[in-house]
T-cell receptor
């Protein structure tokens, strides 16, 4: 069983719509969750991180975490063609500094259609 | 914001040779740096965790004698791919964590990546 799972997509949404990206993880003890955006040929850039159950909003982005269901999602409102990229879900596992690491999902490719 | 650089950005080498990739944190100190590898259309796979002043921790299946990691200072970690083969061709990305931050302000900063092609 993969530790972090995402639907590879592509997920196609029209411009202006809400894009919903989902991620499940297997380690129930995970505490920190991250969403990264990666354009082709580039390294990932952090969009949001979330630690607590519930929603966290930042501009057009909302991260949702449900630890009981081991599920984290990212909503992108008013999707723009520039949002077209691969979105990586990452989970931090491990304990104190120096012993933790990040596990990435395979990513979901998002296409926003103009 | 914190900046991480990698050098070179792109390298082509012949099979059997060694290649060194540098990862630098430019405006912060990083006790811990991570090295990832990404094959086309696949996700980032953690290769090893590099800790300043100590040996790197390698992930299962990653040959430590082939991928040599040196974290000599708080701002520099190097990855050397020894006796490179075509199957080592990949996108290598490092990341660094700024020390001293509180847990809820944590993030890792990624370098721009190094595209390695072994012919």
């Amino acid at each position: 069983q993969k530790e972090v799972e995402q639907n590879s997509g592509p997920l196609s949404v029209p411009e202006g719509a809400i894009a919903s990206l989902n991620c499940t993880y297997s380690d129930r003890g995970s505490q920190s969750f991250f969403w990264y955006r990666q354009y082709s040929g580039k390294s990932p850039e952090l969009i949001m991180f979330i630690y607590s159950n519930g929603d966290k909003e930042d501009g057009r982005f909302t991260a949702q975490l449900n630890k009981a269901s081991q599920y984290v999602s990212l909503l992108i409102r008013d999707s723009q063609p520039s949002d077209s990229a691969t979105y990586l879900c990452a989970v931090r596992v491990g304990g104190t500094s120096g012993t933790y690491k990040y596990i990435f999902g395979t990513g979901t490719r998002l296409k926003v259609l103009a | 914001g914190a900046v991480v650089s990698q050098h070179p950005s792109r390298v082509i080498c012949k099979s059997g040779t060694s290649v060194k990739i540098e990862c630098r944190s430019l405006d912060f100190q990083a006790t811990t740096m991570f090295w990832y590898r990404q094959f086309p259309k696949q996700s980032l796979m953690l290769m090893a965790t590099s800790n300043e002043g100590s040996k790197a921790t390698y992930e299962q299946g990653v040959e430590k004698d082939k991928f040599l990691i040196n974290h000599a200072s708080l701002t520099l970690s190097t990855l050397t791919v020894t006796s490179a083969h075509p199957e080592d061709s990949s996108f290598y990305i490092c990341s660094a964590r700024e020390e001293g931050l509180a847990l809820d302000s944590y993030e890792q900063y990624f370098g721009p990546g190094t595209r390695l092609t072994v012919t």
